[in-house]
């Protein structure tokens, strides 16, 4: 199993590139299901989680062509509507089949899926707006069966009781080719959503209000081909930016986005980070001890629960003491136990962690449990003296594009260990 051994106290300072969004590239190659003609994407990251939804395209017959982040999609033969078990358990994101497979060919099996340990993200969302739409779902051991009588889904007015970005996005996906118009209401407004949506009407789909919490999609007979840059991703940019400002130094980011930043931007500020934004580029800049700031997570625009862990640890070695509130995943405070072992002082009651900071972190072994918690760990490790080992970054490897090698480019003591 690999590991990263890390050597703390180094400043960073430099430019890195800011890969494609994860989480705009996941269902946006599952978009390509609803046409048989070529989707073509740039910007797209090498991810696990993107090998990992490759492989099910592929293995339903989609046939995909790649040249570094350039990607080629083309389905015009599916000859399996199957997500199965083996490869869903890895990567919740591949629910997101579901809508596409639906809409087009009237029928789908998805198996419910798995993914990070941070809490329970039920499907039943997906569920009851298919079923709004006209189709017939029955789970049977342990797979969704989605049957459309009649082959084409209606238009429907959907309300989400609680906020969800795949809902929303696997839900819009199929009303592209629904009959009618299905209006979304209390839908997710993450930057991801709007990226899918771009790349939907490129492809000829009919929808307004993305970005806002009701999205109304007006239903076409068919899609075509399209082309399509996937947008930079707010959390690499985010985890970057905290990085910079935990472990000291001068950082730029370039191919980033502030204005889907904003509240990320503010909290460093309030660290006492100056930052400065021209065009696509980012700059921080850390010349002391950050101040500790208060984080409470919510629905975009609030601040994003993909960030949290890793303003948990920048805020271990501020002045200061700061609560961090997570209201969106149940177990997502599983990086303070590692955090702890650097000599971290933090204590959690329910959703809420209070962090003491302290002078110093020491180096020591620790273990990955998800995804952010990997990032907030290399980030402790690299704001620490001495050698610290993270353990289980198979996590990191699901979300980040060569971490080790951008750190590096940063002047971080990183590198990858067997």
Do not use: W
């Not at 190659?29 to 990992?52: H, M, R, Y």
Request: with cysteine; proline share 3%; hydrophobic share 45%.
């Amino acid at each position: 199993m690999q590991k990263l051994s890390i050597q703390g106290g180094n400043r960073l300072n430099g430019e890195v590139r800011i890969s494609g969004a994860k989480n705009a590239a996941l269902p946006i190659l599952c978009a390509s299901l609803l046409s048989g003609d070529p989707l073509q994407l740039g910007n797209v990251p090498e991810l696990n989680d993107i090998a990992t939804m490759r492989k099910l395209l592929e293995q339903m017959g989609v046939v995909i062509e790649t040249n570094g982040s350039q990607m080629v999609l083309s389905a015009a033969h599916i000859g399996k509507l199957e997500a199965p078990y083996d490869m869903v358990k890895t990567m919740r994101a591949a629910i997101l089949v579901l809508g596409p497979l639906t809409a087009r060919f009237g029928e789908a099996m998805v198996s419910l899926p798995g993914g990070c340990a941070i809490g329970s993200r039920p499907v039943d969302l997906h569920i009851k707006g298919l079923q709004a739409m006209g189709a017939e779902i029955h789970i049977e051991h342990g797979y969704i069966h989605a049957k459309v009588p009649g082959g084409r889904l209606k238009g429907a007015r959907i309300f989400f009781d609680l906020v969800s970005v795949t809902g929303t996005e696997n839900l819009m996906m199929a009303a592209a080719l629904a009959d009618g118009l299905t209006v979304l209401e209390n839908a997710a407004r993450e930057p991801e959503v709007v990226d899918l949506a771009q790349c939907l009407i490129a492809m000829g789909a009919k929808i307004e209000g993305a970005g806002s919490d009701t999205i109304s999609i007006t239903g076409v007979k068919k899609l075509h081909g399209a082309s399509h840059r996937i947008m930079p991703d707010r959390i690499e940019s985010g985890t970057f930016l905290v990085a910079a400002a935990a472990a000291g130094g001068n950082v730029t980011l370039t191919d980033a986005r502030a204005d889907i930043l904003e509240n990320i931007l503010e909290k460093l500020q309030e660290a006492g980070a100056a930052i400065k934004v021209s065009g696509s580029t980012i700059s921080l800049q850390m010349n002391k001890r950050p101040i500790a700031v208060n984080v409470r997570t919510a629905p975009y625009p609030a601040f994003p629960t993909d960030m949290q862990a890793q303003f948990m640890a920048m805020n271990t070695i501020a002045e200061g003491s700061a609560m961090v509130v997570e209201t969106i995943f149940e177990n997502r405070f599983m990086h303070v136990q590692e955090l702890r072992r650097l000599g971290a002082q933090i204590e959690v009651e329910g959703n809420t962690a209070v962090i003491k900071g302290c002078a110093q972190l020491e180096g020591a072994t620790i273990m990955a449990t998800d995804l952010r918690a990997s990032a907030c760990l290399v980030i402790a490790g690299l704001a620490a003296q001495g050698e610290t080992i993270v353990d289980r970054i198979y996590h990191l490897d699901r979300g980040y594009e060569h971490i080790e090698t951008k750190l590096s480019s940063l002047g971080a003591q990183i590198r990858r260990i067997k």
